[in-house]
Nanobody, 115 residues
Framework: QVQLVESGGGLVQPGGSLKLSCAASGSSFSLYVMGWYRQAPGKQRELVATVTNGGWSNYADSVKGRFAISRDNAKSTVYLQMNSLKPEDTAVYYC?????????WGQGTQVTVSS
């Protein structure tokens, strides 16, 4: 069992930056593929970025060049650095951990980009 707790969301102006964190409890964090997903009002949840246990990352086209995912296995934490934020980045951001058939979600953190 893995529990995920996100933090770092908030209100930011267009063009600004935020860094989200997701702290995981439980064992074998380093084995999990970690990811960030987001869900805007009235829309389906979508992939933002993932990072494998080997450090390989993958991004949605909409965030490439602006967002960066990273992980610290010693701290059992995954991060999402978000730069050049746009109003369309407004959503609830969810942390995800996947390993084989195991799939865990955090409770989400709100990110609002508005002037």
């Amino acid at each position: 069992q893995v529990q995920l707790v996100e933090s770092g969301g908030g209100l930011v102006q267009p063009g600004g930056s935020l860094k989200l964190s997701c702290a995981a409890s439980g064992s074998s964090f380093s084995l999990y593929v970690m990811g960030w997903y987001r869900q805007a009002p009235g829309k389906q949840r979508e992939l933002v970025a993932t990072v494998t246990n080997g450090g390989w990352s993958n991004y949605a086209d909409s965030v490439k060049g602006r967002f960066a995912i990273s992980r610290d296995n010693a701290k059992s934490t995954v991060y999402l650095q978000m730069n050049s934020l746009k109003p369309e980045d407004t959503a609830v951001y969810y942390c995800n951990a996947q390993l084989l058939s195991y799939n865990y979600w955090g409770q989400g953190t709100q990110v609002t980009v508005s002037s």
